[in-house]
């Protein structure tokens, strides 16, 4: 109760009795908006969140298939390198016995 209506009734109180019957269902609309916002937004939400799985599962995807090109790619020229090192110690070694067999 507020302070005038202890003294009298006033039309604050006297036009809500009148009326809030009315306005109480456009508070429920108006709980209502808000809800199906909220909802709204939850999917809108859950949605880019999604996307942003998927675009991380494709980028890390693409980072695996490059990094194991590179790997590969690594593997092989260190193969070749260590066979061309093979070689050339080969024909040091063999010029070397040629010296000595002199």
Not at 51 to 65: F, G, L, P, S
Not at 72 to 91: G, V
Request: contains cysteine; glycine residues 4%.
């Amino acid at each position: 109760m507020c302070d005038q209506c202890v003294l009298s009734d006033h039309e604050d109180h006297l036009v809500y009795e009148r009326y809030g019957p009315k306005l109480r269902p456009k508070h429920k609309t108006i709980e209502e908006i808000q809800g199906r916002h909220c909802e709204g937004l939850s999917v809108a939400i859950e949605t880019a969140i999604r996307r942003i799985n998927q675009q991380h599962d494709i980028a890390r995807e693409r980072v695996m298939k490059q990094f194991s090109y590179q790997k590969k790619s690594l593997e092989k020229w260190r193969d070749n390198s260590l066979e061309e090192l093979e070689y050339w110690r080969a024909q040091q070694e063999s010029g070397l016995k040629e010296i000595l067999t002199m």
